[in-house]
């Protein structure tokens, strides 16, 4: 049995026991922690693992409202199929089976132009297309701006090996046209971010690779859908890009927060390290102090970089450098009826120069079965973002109005929704700004001198859900090779 006392993790019966601190309770340090404890099991080695949360629950991002028939996210509300990461815990957890895939009858987006709903064009992937004949038949793009999309193969590829900006890439690639219509506001969907600093080496690599490799982008994506046409299942569908689960995310954070049961210490917010005769003691904020043999920090990169302040100055410095950006998400509920024929799809996104108060919408209730009650549309809007950062400063009720005002404009739908659901995320979403992995790669190299420490999260390699939980896996197992005796 654990007895937390002020020095920390004491056992009476098992003195020579490992005990490591995983700082923070988003998905990354839960799957941290889960997968320590899983390694411990395996190897049956006696390992105590203690995660601390400054808040009052776990899951960070991932958080659903169960409410009148509805699953509402607030945060995230599904993950990339083709990364292995989240699905294979999924599995490991025993809730495979609660994966569901999106609705592909409903697997359109749209994006707005000149203030109304314009369908992005088939096989258009965040910035290129696939082929030029559904760009062509596209009212999104002018005369000029489709010749210069179909010139893009005949650009000379790029020699240098440097970061550059999303802005600068889409533009010699491309045309400024690709970049303010469409590119900047799917890249926004995503990392909220000004394409003018946004890394296109941290956020994109597979299109500085298909110039590379092909010297176009355009020839690029039209060898990889090839090539998935050659690869593909003929004997059914194809598994969806996206999925979630049955009753929502937070079933994810859910499951692994049960798995570690008393292992969870909330409202601990640590806020300095000290190395002490070869262990770690972590200063909460309470006053407590916690002893262990090696420290996993799962906190975003401001939060560490204040932590490891006084043990690495060096990374603390770097971990200081990446800036994050706030949102909020604005679920709205309404009745099928309260639409003049709403666009059954996934969503839509919205460019900074439409210069409109959203950056996104979606209709929860086409994208995934069980969003919402039969004859009922769950709908959502993203606020913020490093474009439109005053939109934070707005109270719940005038970013609700604003969202309505929007919806009214683009949709079609003035009725006054059943109920609205505001969720601010405060600084959350890390900026991969030009650099950015020569920044982590310095950061990584710096904590390496650290002796039992190891940093995961957002912050370094990747926003998504699956990366998330590949970096705080890979934390658990490198940190427990270092613990456990080697055979």
């Known amino acids: 049995m654990i007895n937390y006392s002020r020095k920390g993790f004491q ?78 815990l999924a ?8 994966l569901i895939p999106t609705r592909e009858i409903y697997r359109k987006t749209y994006v707005v132009h000149d203030g109304r709903l314009v369908e992005i064009p088939a096989g258009f992937s965040l910035l290129a297309p696939a ?26 590829a790029r020699t240098s090996l440097d970061d550059e900006s999303l802005d600068s890439f889409v533009t010699r690639r491309l045309g400024r046209e690709v970049l303010d219509r469409v590119a900047q506001a799917l890249a926004g969907g995503i990392y909220t971010a000004d394409p003018r600093r946004l890394s296109m080496s941290a956020t994109m690599p597979r299109f500085v690779e298909m110039e590379r490799r092909h010297g176009s982008v355009v020839k690029g994506m039209r060898a990889a859908a090839n090539a998935r046409a050659t690869n593909s299942d003929t004997s059914g569908a194809r598994w969806s890009l996206f999925q979630s689960f049955k009753n929502g995310m937070a079933t994810l954070p859910e499951t692994l927060a049960a798995r570690l049961g008393a292992s969870i210490r909330k409202g601990a917010e640590v806020i300095s390290m000290s190395r002490e005769a070869n262990n770690w003691r972590l200063a909460l904020a309470s006053g407590d102090s916690i002893d262990a043999d090696a420290v996993i920090c799962a906190a975003p990169a401001y939060a560490a970089a204040r932590i490891v302040a006084t043990i690495a100055p060096t990374a ?56 919402a009650p039969a004859g009922a549309i769950l709908a959502r809007a993203f606020v913020g973002g490093e474009m439109s950062r005053e939109m934070m400063s707005l109270s719940d009720d005038e970013m609700v109005a604003a969202v309505r005002d929007e919806f009214r404009t683009l949709l079609g739908v003035s009725a006054v929704p ?37 940093i995961a999260g957002a912050a370094y390699r990747g926003v998504g859900i699956p990366d998330c939980i590949k970096s705080g896996e ?3 197992n490198a ?9």
């Open 11 to 88: 056992t009476s019966s098992a003195p020579q026991i490992k005990r490591v601190a995983v700082i923070g309770g988003g998905i990354t340090g839960l799957a941290a922690a889960y997968r320590l404890r899983e390694l411990a099991a395996a190897r049956e080695f006696p390992l105590e693992v203690q995660l601390l949360e400054r808040s009052a629950r776990c899951g960070g991002a991932l958080e659903t409202i169960r409410r009148d028939g509805f699953v509402i996210e607030t945060g995230a509300d599904s993950f990339l199929s083709e990364k292995p990461a989240a699905a294979d």
């Open 91 to 98: 599995r490991r957890l025993g809730i495979a089976d609660e």
């Open 131 to 156: 082929h030029l004949g559904p760009v062509f038949r596209s009212s999104l793009f002018s005369p000029l701006g489709k010749l210069r999309i179909a010139l893009e193969p005949y650009i000379a």
């Open 316 to 371: 603390a410095k770097i971990l200081a450098e990446i800036s994050y950006a706030s949102a909020a998400t604005v679920n709205l509920t309404f009745r099928e009826s309260d639409f003049d024929g709403p666009p059954r799809a996934f969503g839509f996104v919205v460019p900074a120069i439409e210069r409109r108060r959203i950056i996104a919408g979606s209709f929860s209730s086409f994208k995934f079965e069980g969003r």
């Open 418 to 454: 059943g109920f609205a659901e505001v969720r601010r995320w405060p600084d959350s979403m890390p900026q991969y700004e030009v650099g950015h992995l020569s920044r982590v790669a310095q950061i990584e190299t710096s904590v390496a001198e650290i002796p039992a420490f190891a």
């Open 474 to 476: 890979a934390a658990a």
């Open 479 to 487: 940190t427990f090779a270092k613990l456990s005796p080697q055979k």
